[in-house]
């Protein structure tokens, strides 16, 4: 009588061949990447140049500055005279401009100018319209909303951080 046995391939084996192999694969490809070492910052069109007997003479690659980061650079105070927005009340459109600078935008509609200035934090609106028919345009009313969010803020903390960008601009 015969008996047939079913025949499996073993897996109480390692294979180390195959393992081996594949580290081996991964150490070449990496150490293709390596290349010349340049370091980071740096190029190598200038890593070395030729001598007169033409020896290659290594000389110190170029390395770019690190850009400075505005949080950590320090700057000089510039002097604030906060303007009253109160004081804005009925002057005309030159006399709030060498008040506060120049607006970023300007929209209108009939008689009505809208000057609007936004600073990083807000946007402050100036509201300009004759007082009779004929007459030239005066601020008349003045609006303030945070940018991002809808957070409150006071006409005047708006204005204050419009001057202060119109300051810092020059």
Same mark, same amino acid.
């Given at each position: 009588?015969?008996?047939?046995?079913?025949?499996?391939?073993?897996?109480?084996?390692?294979?180390?061949?195959?393992?081996?192999?594949?580290?081996?694969?991964?150490?070449?490809?990496?150490?293709? #990447?390596?290349?010349?070492?340049?370091?980071?910052?740096?190029?190598?069109?200038?890593?070395?140049?030729?001598?007169?007997?033409?020896?290659?003479?290594?000389?110190?690659?170029?390395t770019r500055q690190k850009?400075?980061?505005?949080?950590?650079?320090?700057?000089?105070?510039?002097?604030?005279?906060?303007?009253p927005n109160a004081s804005?009340?009925?002057?005309?459109?030159?006399?709030?401009?060498?008040?506060?600078?120049?607006?970023?935008?300007?929209?209108?509609?009939?008689?009505?100018?809208?000057?609007?200035?936004?600073?990083?934090?807000?946007?402050?609106?100036?509201?300009?319209?004759?007082?009779?028919?004929?007459?030239?345009?005066?601020?008349?009313?003045?609006l303030a909303r945070m940018?991002?969010?809808?957070?409150?803020?006071?006409?005047?903390? #708006?204005?204050?951080?419009?001057?202060?960008?119109?300051?810092?601009?020059?």
């Open positions: 009588m015969m008996v047939l046995t079913k025949y499996s391939p073993r897996t109480d084996v390692p294979r180390p061949f195959g393992v081996i192999l594949l580290l081996a694969l991964i150490a070449i490809g990496l150490s293709a #990447c390596g290349g010349a070492s340049v370091p980071p910052g740096s190029t190598n069109a200038n890593y070395g140049q030729l001598d007169a007997q033409g020896n290659v003479t290594a000389n110190q690659p170029d850009p400075e980061n505005s949080r950590t650079r320090r700057t000089a105070a510039i002097p604030f005279k906060p303007v804005l009340k009925g002057l005309s459109e030159p006399e709030v401009e060498a008040k506060i600078g120049a607006p970023e935008m300007i929209r209108g509609e009939g008689e009505i100018r809208v000057w609007q200035y936004r600073s990083d934090l807000c946007s402050f609106d100036a509201f300009f319209a004759p007082a009779t028919e004929g007459s030239p345009r005066e601020l008349r009313h003045m940018r991002r969010g809808n957070q409150p803020i006071s006409i005047q903390d #708006c204005l204050d951080q419009v001057v202060k960008k119109h300051l810092a601009r020059g």
